[in-house]
């Protein structure tokens, strides 16, 4: 059976779930494997998030927020940038392979770019199996 | 010793992965002393009193008034002490950040028993072991069978394997805020919420530290500590080198700060931190001074070790509570 | 064969457990002292900036935490290639100093006291510090908890925090001393001094003035013909902080003297199957397994092994009580296990008298704190003596001074193999056959391995006077034959 990795995606309203959503009505194909949240801005997103995302199960994360300049909260994006950058350091410290957590701008125009994003990320997620978090998690009794 | 007018508080302290610094903190009542053993009668502490662990496992059930566990849980030993001093207490607190959050020895949990035996057991430069030896949980002399615990993968916080009453901060607590917790209990006044925390602030460190802040935490470039010359006046942050006061509550004092150190954490993150790290490096990130990538990317990477440094002292309690290595490898 | 289990051993600091066994005739066959516990800290330094380790391995040990951060800061400031400045190098020895005072009056006081002041099979009910104060006052009682605090209180001014001190930056110290601190330092050396020279009278009233005291220093089942170990400075006077470490033979000639980045070529480690502590032994004499002598590796590491490998002490009344002691104790070196609380003293006074050189040299109030980096060496030894022995630390970083490496000689490791050995020969010399065994006879084998001084004992605690411990004594089949319970 194929392994079917499960990605969280973390998209902001403004621009990247519009832009998702832009896909959908599109008829342009994603993988289901994709799960999405909306969050107002990606600023919004730390570290608590996409650690909670990979210790409930997913193999990879995905945030998405508007282009640089064009962040509906001016700096949200910049900030988010920031904490990425951060987040993805300490990951790899924890042996979490860093290709599982990724961040792109997708504008709410950006349809076509979201469901390539979203097939790129399932398959480099696939190629490298699931993550065992889970099963670390189980020697915690 | 003065008359006894009411019953004394019967008191334990015991350690699991542990350094003694817990027990010297209990110590360091100094003068105190004679206050403290006329409220309290210690009936089970390994660095003082010569009772063994056969004598707490005849001791009823709930005997001991107060425990006070400090150290990690890191072996089958420690383990058992955890679920047999629950069984015995009435009030079970973990005392001090290694039964609170890990601790220092939670730092081995970027790491597992297979590369610790390699590391101290064959690889150390000084050891010589040609027959290859390691500790065995059983083993066979001539005159019988010996045995030792078993060295567990992971390091774990007391409440992830018994059921805590009280939380008491710090590496180690500081000694007042342990007479203030152990006045309330012997004076009777009503306690918080079992699961509190208690013996330091709701606040940060900040609170209390007298360096001097301003409103503009802006960072251009993370500082390892001997690459600034510090000021002696100055936050921390605002000189560019990490100090973990933010996100940790206050009580002990601030003294590393006292001594020209940044806060490393050890008191642990203010009420409603799911992860004790995660904030902090939330915070961090923000202050970064740039909105350019390549610029991010160049100061983020003076921040050398985000795990050993976010997460110091709680790593065992974090979310994702260790490295992930692989679990299947052979037990010994 | 049956079995005497005795656990957890207490009155130390950390875990650890001891199994007798006896042949069917009643006599002790082989003693085991086994530790427990362990916790990784030379693999979970690696990754860590190297910077950090000065206040990692505080927590080695909680109550000599101030030892390794010196062993630690000497690595490091190795690793980045620098030397502190002298006033640096002043604040740490006199900040380490203080760490001494305090550990050793607190041993002294609740760990050696009872066994003496009180008696080594007295009642349990009074064989403890609350017993010793029962003696010699209550006035005593609280001079002890006040100079300790006192000496703590130095360490917290120094370094910070007073127990996880965080003095040491490389190339220095963090924090230095104003003339008001100065001063008031001074005032309590003296203190130090005068209560160093009192606890050597207690010594000398209750335990010299004694015969049965004396014969059971010299005659009793508490001698161990070892090689012995210690720091020395260059005049081969004892030091703590600095120096090389000298090895002198069972006869006192001496074996070898190395700095720091040759300690691989002198000392070696052994791994037992049946304990998680390894056992350090003479590289070039070699294991010959748990036996004395001069071909056989095993040494020791404790106040009195520092006293037998010097030429004296660098302080002129700590000077004094040195000859005292050999003198009474029929020549150099000693082998008597528990004249180690006697050499203890010694050190103590030589602590203080320390302190007080320290805070009158003039560099003391100095400004120039710290050395700054410059490059990465990447790699580095720290030496020092630890109150229970002498302490190593070995680090290796990469380029940017992130640890690949660690490897650790922790103070009490050097003893794991004297103190089997000790265990052996008490319970040899005190368990008889046809005797019934007794709590005090459980305690006199204590006492063979308290004299080490392994980490800590509470100093300052009230002993309830109980010393409860039960005996199982069980027949080759496991079943209980008799079970000696003292409560």
């Known amino acids: ?141 | 010793m003065t008359e006894e007018s009411k019953p004394k508080l019967k008191l334990a302290v015991y350690w699991g992965a542990a350094c003694g610094g817990c027990c010297v903190s209990v110590l360091d009542v100094h003068e105190k002393l004679f206050d403290v053993v006329a409220a309290a009668d210690l009936v089970f502490w390994p660095i003082a009193l010569d009772i063994k662990y056969k004598d707490v496992e005849d001791m009823p059930d709930g005997h001991i008034d107060v425990t006070l566990f400090n150290g990690a849980v890191r072996n089958s030993e420690n383990e058992h002490m955890a679920h047999l001093l629950r069984k015995k207490t009435k009030i079970l607190v973990a005392y001090g950040s290694c039964s609170h959050l890990g601790g220092i020895p939670g730092l081995g949990n970027f790491t597992n028993r297979q590369e610790i035996f390699n590391r101290v057991y064959h690889e150390s430069e000084s050891t010589v072991n040609e027959e290859k030896a390691v500790p065995q949980t059983k083993f066979q002399v001539p005159e019988g069978e010996l045995e030792l615990p078993e060295f567990y993968n992971d390091v774990r916080t007391l409440d992830q394997v018994v059921n805590v009453d009280y939380f008491l901060p710090g590496c180690p607590p500081n000694t007042d805020r342990l007479v203030d917790v152990f006045m309330a209990i012997v004076t009777g006044a009503e306690l918080p919420p079992p699961g509190s925390v208690v013996g330091a602030w709701d606040k940060s460190q900040c609170d209390d530290c007298t360096r001097k802040k301003t409103d503009q935490k802006v960072v251009k470039a993370f500082k390892r500590p001997w690459e600034i010359v510090d000021d002696g006046v100055t936050c921390f942050l605002e000189q560019g080198v990490i100090c973990m006061g933010p996100a940790t509550r206050g009580g002990c004092g601030f003294r590393c700060i006292e001594g020209n150190a940044p806060c490393k954490g050890c008191y642990g993150p203010p009420a409603d931190a799911p992860d004790p790290g995660a904030k902090m490096m939330s915070a961090i990130a923000t202050i970064i001074d740039s909105n350019d990538e390549k610029e991010i990317e160049e100061i983020v990477d003076g921040i050398v070790d985000p795990a050993g440094t976010f997460y110091r002292f709680s790593l065992p309690s974090s979310i994702l509570r260790r490295k992930l290595i692989d679990v299947n490898e052979p037990t010994n | 064969m049956k079995r005497i289990t005795i656990d957890p051993i207490t009155r130390l600091e950390g875990h650890g457990k001891i199994e007798i066994f006896l042949s069917d005739d009643g006599e002790v066959d082989n003693v085991y002292f086994q530790v427990p516990e362990l916790r990784g800290f030379e693999k979970f330094c690696e990754g860590r900036p190297v910077e950090e380790l000065s206040q990692i391995v505080t927590k080695i040990c909680g109550v000599c935490p101030g030892c390794h951060h010196m062993a630690s800061g000497k690595a490091i400031d190795a690793v980045f290639g620098l030397e502190p400045p002298p006033t640096a190098k002043k604040i740490r020895e006199l900040f380490y100093m203080a760490h001494f005072v305090h550990s050793h009056i607190a041993h002294f006081y609740a760990l050696a006291a009872p066994d003496f002041v009180v008696g080594p099979t007295a009642s349990p009910a009074e064989r403890n510090v609350l017993g010793v104060i029962g003696k010699v006052g209550v006035e005593i009682g609280t001079e002890v908890l006040k100079q300790r605090r006192i000496a703590q209180e130095i360490q917290a001014l120094l370094g910070g925090h007073q127990t996880h001190v965080v003095l040491n930056m490389p190339g220095g110290v963090r924090k230095g001393l104003n003339e008001e601190q100065r001063d008031q330092i001074e005032k309590q050396a003296k203190d130090f001094i005068e209560f160093s020279k009192f606890s050597l009278n207690v010594f000398g009233d209750v335990v010299l003035k004694n015969s049965d005291y004396v014969d059971l220093i010299v005659n009793g089942p508490y001698n161990l013909k070892i090689y012995s170990m210690g720091l020395v400075d260059e005049n081969n006077k004892v030091n703590f902080y600095d120096g090389k470490v000298r090895m002198v033979d069972p006869e006192g000639n001496e074996h070898g003297k190395y700095g720091p980045n040759e300690y691989r070529d002198w000392v070696a480690e052994r791994v037992e199957p049946w304990s998680y502590l390894k056992f350090p032994y003479l590289k070039k004499v070699g294991w010959k397994g748990f036996v004395e002598g001069k071909d056989s590796g095993v040494y020791h590491a404790t106040p009195l092994s520092r006293l037998n490998a010097s030429d004296g002490m660098a302080t002129p009344l700590a000077q004094v009580e040195y000859d005292k002691m050999y003198e009474t104790l029929g020549g150099k070196p000693v082998h008597a296990t528990l004249a180690m609380h006697w050499a203890r003293l010694v050190e103590l006074l030589y602590s203080a008298e320390r302190c007080l050189e320290l805070i009158q040299d003039p560099d003391i109030t100095g400004t120039e704190l710290r050395a700054e980096p410059k490059e990465i060496v990447g790699e580095g030894v720290g030496i020092v003596e630890a109150q229970r022995g002498t302490l190593t630390h070995h680090y290796w970083t990469d380029k940017k001074g992130l640890v690949t490496k660690a490897n650790i000689i922790v103070g009490t490791t050097n003893n794991n193999a004297p103190i089997c050995m000790s265990l052996k020969k008490a319970a040899q010399g005190v368990i008889k056959k046809g005797v019934e065994v007794t709590e005090g006879t459980l305690n006199m084998v204590e006492m063979a391995f308290r004299a080490y001084d392994p980490c800590f004992s509470c100093a300052t605690h009230s002993l309830p006077g109980k010393m409860p411990m039960i005996l199982n004594i069980r027949d080759k089949d496991g079943n209980l034959e008799q079970s000696v319970r003292r409560d």
């Open chain 1, 1 to 141: 059976m194929k392994f079917e990795p499960k990605i969280v995606a973390f998209l902001c309203n403004w621009c990247s779930y519009t832009g998702a959503d832009l896909a959908g009505t599109s008829r342009m194909k994603y993988p289901d494997n994709i799960n999405i949240i909306r969050i107002m801005c990606s600023g919004r997103i730390g570290p608590t998030f996409v650690l909670k995302a990979f210790r409930e199960g997913a193999d990879g994360v995905m945030i998405c927020g508007c282009h640089p300049g064009d962040c509906h909260y001016h700096e949200g994006n910049y900030k988010c940038l920031r904490r990425y950058k951060l987040i993805q350091k300490y990951i790899q410290q924890m042996g979490i392979d860093s290709k599982r957590l990724h961040l792109e701008w997708i504008s709410a125009s950006e349809g076509k770019q979201f469901a390539e994003l979203a097939n790129q990320m399932t398959e480099q997620v696939r190629e490298l199996g699931p993550c065992s978090i889970r099963e670390t998690m189980e020697t915690f009794v």
